[in-house]
């Protein structure tokens, strides 16, 4: 799937690209990044998918969603963050 000179998918596109899939396999995410700077080589971290999360940045127009997940530790502390962002 070739997307438009654009930044990530709609969720229309994604709901259409997980349609083809089985309904109870599961969802993870699976961030791809270089090693090193500058190297060919890279290194694939996978996680569950633990939460959505509607998000908008600060003069930005367009809503954005994320789809949470990470290190289980990471992820309860991220949650408290945003649920208590003045704590």
Known sequence: MELENRDGL?????IDI???HPGDAIVEMSIVAPVKDGDDDITVDRYNVDGVM???DE???GDVVWLIGG???D????IDAIEQPDA
């Open 10 to 14: 709609t969720v229309a596109e994604l």
């Open 18 to 20: 997980l349609s083809h």
């Open 54 to 56: 509607p998000w908008q």
């Open 59 to 61: 003069g930005e127009d």
């Open 71 to 73: 290190e289980d530790a």
């Open 75 to 78: 992820v309860d502390v991220f």
